[in-house]
Nanobody
Framework: QVQLVESGGGLVQSGGSLRLSCVAS????????MTWYRQAPGKEREFVAS????????NYADAVKGRFTISRDDAKNAVYLQMSSLKPEDTAVYYC????????WGRGTQVTVSS
């Protein structure tokens, strides 16, 4: 059973911080790149950040660059998204994703940033 489970979302004020976690099971986690996406109400799901296997490279959407940091801990089968200086426009459901024969998505965790 290939699974991704996100956690760490919540309600924060503008300027606050949250750390999201995604724990994987059912596959050799260390071999795969991991990606965070988000989907705001009425919008398409959009790319947020990605990290390669062995964490040799990372990529960020322009909207979050300099504020969010993606990292991984292969010993814990986990990928993290540290979010700082949060803005109301960051409000969305955040999902982690990998590809194992097909795209594998978590169920998502809600992040709400109030003005």
């Amino acid at each position: 059973q290939v699974q991704l489970v996100e956690s760490g979302g919540g309600l924060v004020q503008s300027g606050g911080s949250l750390r999201l976690s995604c724990v994987a099971s059912g596959f050799t986690f260390s071999r795969f790149a991991m990606t965070w996406y988000r989907q705001a109400p009425g919008k398409e799901r959009e790319f947020v950040a990605s990290i390669s296997s062995s964490a040799t490279s990372t990529n960020y959407a322009d909207a979050v660059k300099g504020r969010f940091t993606i990292s991984r801990d292969d010993a814990k089968n986990a990928v993290y998204l540290q979010m700082s200086s949060l803005k109301p426009e960051d409000t969305a459901v955040y999902y982690c994703r990998t590809f194992w024969g097909r795209p594998i998505w978590g169920r998502g965790t809600q992040v709400t940033v109030s003005s």
